[in-house]
C-alpha cells in the first residue's frame, strides 16, 4: 500500500464516516498552496474519479488521486490529540522542508 492509516486514523475515520452517514471513504491528497508549494488534504469521497487509485484498511477506503500519489507514497496518516488540539498529522518520508508555521510544505 502506498499510504497508511494508524490505528487511531482509522478509527477516526470510521467514526465520521458513520457520524456523517454516508460516504465511501476518506480522500487524502495535496493541494498546491502556501509558501512552501503543497498541502495536505483531507475530505469525504462520495464518489470515485477514473484517476483515483483506492485503498482498503482496516474497513476504511483510502482514495488518492495519481497526481497526489506521487508526493504521498510511503505516508502513514496518524490522528493525534495533544491537549486540546486535535487532528490529522501526515509522516511523510518523501517531505524536504516544511514552511514556519506548518501550512505547506515541500518535496
Same mark, same amino acid.
Given at each position: 500500500? /502506498?499510504? #497508511?492509516l494508524s490505528e487511531p486514523a482509522v478509527e477516526r475515520v470510521k467514526h465520521?464516516? &458513520?457520524?456523517?452517514? @454516508?460516504?465511501?471513504?476518506?480522500?487524502?491528497?495535496? #493541494?498546491? #498552496?502556501?509558501? @512552501?508549494?503543497? /498541502?495536505?488534504? !483531507? &475530505? %469525504?469521497?462520495?464518489? *470515485?474519479? @477514473?484517476?483515483?487509485?483506492?485503498?482498503? $484498511?482496516?474497513? *476504511?477506503?483510502? !482514495? !488518492?488521486?495519481?497526481k497526489s500519489l506521487v508526493y504521498l507514497d510511503g505516508t502513514?496518516?496518524? %490522528? *493525534?490529540? &495533544?491537549?486540546?488540539? &486535535?487532528? %490529522? $498529522?501526515?509522516?511523510?518520508?518523501? $517531505?524536504? /522542508? /516544511?514552511?514556519?508555521?506548518?501550512? @505547506?510544505? #515541500? *518535496?
Amino acid at each position: 500500500m /502506498a499510504i #497508511t492509516l494508524s490505528e487511531p486514523a482509522v478509527e477516526r475515520v470510521k467514526h465520521f464516516l &458513520e457520524n456523517r452517514g @454516508s460516504g465511501l471513504g476518506v480522500r487524502v491528497g495535496v #493541494t498546491t #498552496t502556501g509558501c @512552501s508549494g503543497l /498541502a495536505y488534504l !483531507i &475530505e %469525504f469521497v462520495d464518489d *470515485v474519479n @477514473s484517476d483515483d487509485e483506492v485503498f482498503a $484498511q482496516d474497513g *476504511v477506503n483510502v !482514495i !488518492i488521486d495519481k497526481k497526489s500519489l506521487v508526493y504521498l507514497d510511503g505516508t502513514e496518516v496518524d %490522528f *493525534v490529540r &495533544e491537549g486540546l488540539n &486535535e487532528g %490529522f $498529522q501526515f509522516n511523510n518520508p518523501n $517531505q524536504k /522542508a /516544511a514552511c514556519g508555521c506548518g501550512e @505547506s510544505f #515541500t *518535496v
